[in-house]
């Protein structure tokens, strides 16, 4: 691809030769269908079969293709979702597998979502399932099987939400109709000031919340599980780093959390303006790699017994030595806009 991705060869040619106002009126027909939502998957791209994510070894370097299934009702209506859609997709990696050491190339699957487009729409179309490969990266240090069906990522594509900033940020948290953070402002977590511009917020980290994924000589694969208490059985292999430091040389995946409690909410059920996505990223200047980077996403605000979706500190999973523990993430916050469809 001559050193450009798929899905960047796709957006160039949406825009090359316009004027900025022909830009951005095409931007804004782009957007249309979603009609101010951010939207995700109601259903997970999942493994078709059994699959082993073998450990990593300096031949593999813990880097494994394996297959990923996904069917229409993992995207938006097909009679809508063109590929200039596609190339601004992203696939947010489910949290558990985060926390079990795995992540994705979010890249290569965006631009294998781009590139055979057409063809995969008609197959969505005639009711079937696209298979397609995608890069997964192994930090856990142990082997790990997934069983058939087990959810993997969402697409999700959230441009036609509101980015919110300046008093559009400040409005919405430590607001009871919409964001909450628990702990003081200045130290648990702050306003991200870039220039005249409120553009997000940074988060700190726990810092008694470190633990790591520990080398692992067993040959015994684990055997990933889908249901409650799946956190619990995470924490029960790995190490707290007070309790014994890792080699620092050593390059660990560490999971930590947030010393505030976030909590994402409404006023009521189903409203049409209070979804929210977190997009986390390290604090500026860290050479580090965050899995699962993309979303926490709280549609409406509440579960089907209408009680909050959220309230509970954020967990994070970051791959580095321990010398490079970073002390805080950054948040960037969207919602839906208001508007009829």
Request: proline share 6%.
């Amino acid at each position: 691809m001559s050193g450009t991705s798929e899905a960047m060869n796709v957006k160039m040619d949406l825009y090359r030769g316009k004027t900025p106002a022909e830009r951005q009126r095409i931007w804004n027909e782009l957007q249309r269908p979603f009609n101010g939502k951010f939207w995700i998957g109601a259903k997970d791209a999942y493994v078709p079969r059994e699959t082993v994510i073998h450990e990593p070894t300096a031949e593999n370097l813990g880097i494994q293709l394996i297959d990923i299934a996904y069917d229409s009702g993992c995207l938006p209506p097909l009679e809508w979702f063109a590929k200039q859609h596609a190339s601004y997709s992203g696939a947010d990696l489910r949290s558990r597998l985060g926390l079990y050491g795995l992540d994705i190339d979010h890249q290569t699957i965006i631009d294998n979502f781009t590139g055979n487009y057409d063809d995969n729409r008609q197959i969505l179309a005639d009711g079937g399932t696209v298979v397609e490969q995608i890069a997964v990266l192994n930090d856990s240090g142990r082997r790990l099987v997934l069983p058939a069906g087990f959810g993997f990522f969402r697409f999700y594509y959230p441009w036609a939400a509101e980015r919110l900033w300046n008093d559009g940020l400040r409005a919405v948290i430590n607001n009871p109709d919409f964001m909450e953070m628990s702990g003081k402002e200045n130290e648990d977590w702050e306003y991200i000031i870039a220039g005249n511009n409120t553009v997000g917020i940074n988060l700190a980290i726990d810092p008694t919340s470190f633990k790591y994924h520990p080398p692992n000589s067993d040959p015994t694969p684990l055997l990933l599980t889908d249901g409650p208490g799946y956190r619990e059985r995470i924490d029960e292999i790995m190490v707290p780093y007070a309790d014994k430091p890792p080699d620092p040389d050593q390059h660990v995946l560490w999971v930590c959390k947030s010393k505030s409690v976030v909590s994402i909410h409404s006023d009521k059920i189903n409203t049409e303006v209070s979804s929210g996505i977190l997009v986390r990223n390290l604090e500026p200047g860290k050479a580090l790699f965050v899995h699962h980077s993309a979303a926490v996403v709280v549609p409406g605000g509440f579960d089907n017994k209408g009680k909050k979706r959220t309230d509970w500190n954020i967990r994070f999973e970051i791959f580095c030595k321990s010398e490079d523990l970073p002390e805080k993430v950054r948040l960037e916050v969207y919602r839906d806009r208001e508007q009829a469809s």
